[in-house]
């Protein structure tokens, strides 16, 4: 395997800067290390070729005319295909917006590019990042580079797949309910969701808009700071942007520690369905942070028992009224208009042949949990539960400063095993969802491999909201102390593919 | 809490404009009434003197200037469309010829 695309994002961009590597001598190295595995893992649905290299180039000029580098300039990015590119596909892994090129950057993208970070392509995810495993793709499957047979988590499967496969060293995700945290786990990556509002959603497909946040994803919890910090911040173009500097995230990166911090543990986030690795790899990162000087507190958060049964009415309520745009009038597909259908036929023969299972399922869910006679049953207690869940996590971080849990209760699972039973599949988020109902802030990053099946466990790291940096604190530490206990990073015990 | 129905179903498929076919009402039926049983769990604290939350941030309306800037062209602007004509979206009739 070509050297270069072992590098981390960090180690990149100094070789960069250093005139060591050339950017374009990098991107030509992920470009071709897509050519020879993306066939079998399916981490990407568009490879932007030409628009990467010309990229590369404009960073190499810059560099030879003396030109101060961004601390990403050069380094290769895997984005998630729910961000708009300007010229370039952005489908949402649905066929509803196949061939669908927008005429506008997301403020994401925007960020992206005047960092001169690299864009490589878009990658595979879950029709309107609804799903849990990237089988929901309109497009097919991504396969889990620890075992293609698996999922990679959902929705962000394909970015995280792409790092895990060495195709980019840098990815975007969205987490809506933990489509960011769980891949991760479910790759031996590392992901975060920041706090909601701390990264702009203008320009990102808007599946359930007071749950979704925009993050990074990389193979270190330096590179994930480092691309926080480039694509965070205010954006006046989102009106649930926040309005304050991001957190100092790259310095805590770079000085990790939890010496004297008091680090929480939820008894709500174990118990049933919880896989017996997953635990033991759980509670030996307990017994880590308590070996780096942390002082373990237990804690009761009652409400989070309900998390998931208040996300499922919220998040597809939200979802019914988000995805009413996809009408067949302004954009994308249009299906039946020969003449004699009226538009409002039109428009339900077209979301009936564009939409997935998946997204039908959410928009009757939710159109149900909105209607007349249900609301305060359904939508409207699962917003009382959202509060109290928001109660638990203030009581909880008076008490501590970072809260950790395992990120999934299992290990990656096989292709095909929860496609029919939606309750199944919905468990996988059972520790990631609360986060996104408070809207605070969380990091999942590999703490070993499950015995019983040799695949990637997650340890979820939860701060409070604005309180990021603590999460790379925590998470730098501990990286750093699995690696010396390990002697390598956990990827590369990843079989070659 | 009522379970749903497969009329139910078809109802909501006419509401939220998705053309369903018969034997996809089926399929949808029985996997909704699974989950709204599993969720309906949220009715338990319906009854407590508890606010709802219906968004993490306090959201207050972004007003911007009164000026004139750049924006997409009427070409950019319905480059995505499936049909145009005029510099304008074409759809379906919904009216008859009479």
């Known amino acids: ?497 | 809490m009522p379970g749903i129905t497969r009329e139910e179903v078809a109802h909501l498929a006419r509401l939220a404009r998705l053309d369903l076919k018969s034997e996809e009402l089926d399929h949808f039926a029985g996997q909704l009434d699974d989950i709204i049983g599993a969720v309906a769990r949220v009715a338990e604290v319906a009854d407590q003197d508890v606010p709802p939350t219906s968004h993490p941030l306090p959201l207050t309306n972004v007003m911007r200037a009164d000026e004139v800037r750049p924006s997409l062209t009427p070409e950019q602007a319905l480059s995505g469309a499936p049909a145009h004509e005029q510099q304008r979206f074409k759809v379906p009739q919904i009216l008859g010829e009479d």
């Open chain 1, 1 to 497: 395997m070509n050297s270069i695309i072992r590098l981390t994002a960090a180690e990149t961009a100094a070789r960069i800067a250093s005139g060591e590597l050339t950017a374009v001598e990098v991107t030509e190295a992920h470009l071709a290390r897509i050519e020879a595995v993306d066939e079998k893992v399916h981490a990407f649905l568009h490879v932007d070729r030409e628009g990467a290299l010309a990229q590369a180039r404009t960073v190499d000029a810059k560099r030879a005319a003396g030109e101060k580098l961004g601390p990403l300039a050069g380094v290769p990015l895997a984005l998630k295909d729910i961000f708009t590119t300007d010229g370039i596909p952005t489908t949402v892994g649905s066929k509803i917006l196949e061939g669908w090129i927008p005429p506008y950057d997301a403020t994401l993208t925007k960020k992206l590019k005047a960092a001169d970070v690299v864009i490589l392509g878009k990658t595979n995810m879950d029709e309107f990042a609804m799903g849990s495993s990237t089988e929901n793709s309109a497009y097919g499957p991504t396969g889990n580079p620890w075992d293609l047979t698996r999922v990679p988590g959902g929705s962000g499967g394909g970015s995280s797949a792409a790092l895990a496969s060495y195709q980019a060293p840098l990815a975007i995700g969205t987490d809506t309910g933990g489509s960011i945290r769980q891949p991760a786990a479910l790759t031996g990556t590392v992901g975060v969701k920041p706090t909601y509002g701390g990264v702009s959603r203008y320009g990102m497909v808007a599946f359930s808009s007071s749950l979704d946040q925009g993050g990074p994803c990389a193979r270190t919890v330096l590179d994930a700071a480092l691309l926080h910090e480039v694509i965070g911040g205010h954006d006046p173009l989102d009106s649930t942007s926040i309005d304050a500097p991001v957190p100092p995230v790259v310095e805590a990166a770079r000085n990790g520690s939890v010496a004297g911090m008091r680090v929480g543990v939820v008894k709500q986030f174990r118990g049933e369905g919880y896989q017996a690795g997953v635990v033991q790899r759980f509670d030996e990162s307990v017994a880590l942070l308590k070996e780096l000087g942390a002082e373990i507190v237990e804690l009761d958060c009652p409400s989070f028992d309900l998390a998931l049964s208040a996300y499922y009415l919220i998040a597809p309520s939200e979802c019914s009224s988000n995805l009413a745009r996809f009408d067949a009038m302004r954009y994308g597909l249009r299906v039946g208009d020969d003449g004699t259908r009226s538009a409002e036929e039109v428009t339900a023969i077209t979301r009936d042949a564009g939409f997935g299972d998946e997204v039908k399922r959410r928009i009757m869910l939710g159109t149900y949990a909105l209607s007349s006679g249900y609301y305060d049953a359904y939508y409207g207690s699962a917003q009382k539960v959202r509060t109290l869940i928001t109660r638990d996590f203030e009581k909880a971080f008076e008490r501590v400063d970072v809260i950790v849990s395992p990120t999934t209760p299992t290990t990656a699972f096989a292709i095909g095993e929860r496609a029919d039973d939606p309750m199944a599949m919905y468990l996988a988020d059972l520790c990631t969802i609360p986060t996104n109902l408070a809207g605070n802030a969380a990091m999942s990053l590999p703490c070993g491999l499950a015995p019983e099946d040799g695949l990637p466990v997650g340890l979820q790291i939860i701060a409070p909201a604005m309180k990021d940096d603590r999460l790379y604190k925590v998470g730098a530490a501990v990286e750093a102390a699995f690696v010396e206990r390990w002697g390598h990073p956990l990827l590369e015990e990843a079989p070659s593919l």
